[in-house]
T-cell receptor, first 113, second 114 residues
Framework: GDSVTQMEGPVTLSEEAFLTINCTYT??????LFWYVQYPGEGLQLLLK?????DKGSNKGFEATYRKETTSFHLEKGSVQVSDSAVYFC????????????FGKGTHLIIQP | EAGVVQSPRYKIIEKKQPVAFWCNPI?????LYWYLQNLGQGPELLIR????????DSQLPKDRFSAERLKGVDSTLKIQPAELGDSAVYLC????????????FGPGTRLTVT
């Protein structure tokens, strides 16, 4: 079945550092890929998405590129802020737009001032 | 625009007792999802509704879990009887359906079974 593997956390960085959170996936078809973020005390929010190979999703300074050849969707940000501290989930969806998501275990990011 | 509403936010029960969770999706969203999130894990899909029809319930443990979405709006997820291993966060999400890729999540209900 489908699966998503993320780097384990917590990941601790200093403010303004460069961020990479690795995500790789296994799927039988051509899934859509997502990054969700969960801030403390809040629900999951969609951060960015990519629906086909070589697409780049971006939002709030975060970027991720759909790499079919390496089955990866790594999340990057050039300069993190304390407010970026949260749990980040990589997810995929096979099939149409309404299917359920398959999530990774999440990566807890801690940004220190 | 109001988001996905869930209640209660927290619930503590003894094992073997029944429990129910309620979800009100975003207005106009035809598709509704229930996910289970264990501590330190990502959410896992339990059931998906298209309007009032359950179109994917393959991951729902039907011996003790049940769900309904009367009139295609609000939904209730029930566990009877609850077991210690059911302690988790139960998330509800909704989307416009096939025309939209985004699922909007509620804050979840944290269940503790003692």
């Amino acid at each position: 079945g489908d699966s998503v593997t993320q780097m384990e956390g917590p990941v601790t960085l200093s403010e303004e550092a460069f961020l990479t959170i690795n995500c790789t996936y296994t799927a039988t078809g051509y899934p859509s890929l997502f990054w969700y973020v969960q801030y403390p005390g809040e629900g999951l929010q969609l951060l960015l998405k990519a629906t086909k190979a070589d697409d780049k999703g971006s939002n709030k300074g975060f970027e991720a590129t759909y790499r079919k050849e390496t089955t990866s969707f790594h999340l990057e940000k050039g300069s993190v802020q304390v407010s970026d501290s949260a749990v980040y989930f990589c997810a995929l969806r096979e099939g149409g737009g309404a299917d359920g998501l398959t999530f990774g275990k999440g990566t807890h990011l801690i940004i220190q001032p | 625009e109001a988001g996905v509403v869930q209640s209660p936010r927290y619930k503590i029960i003894e094992k073997k007792q029944p429990v129910a969770f309620w979800c009100n999706p975003i207005s106009g969203h035809n598709t509704l999802y229930w996910y289970l999130q264990n501590l330190g894990q990502g959410p896992e899909l339990l059931i998906r509704y298209e309007n009032e029809e359950a179109v994917d319930d393959s991951q729902l443990p039907k011996d003790r879990f049940s769900a309904e979405r009367l009139k295609g709006v609000d939904s209730t997820l029930k566990i009877q009887p609850a077991e210690l291993g059911d302690s988790a966060v139960y998330l509800c999400a909704s989307s416009l359906g096939r025309s939209s890729y985004e699922q909007y999540f509620g804050p979840g209900t944290r269940l503790t079974v003692t």
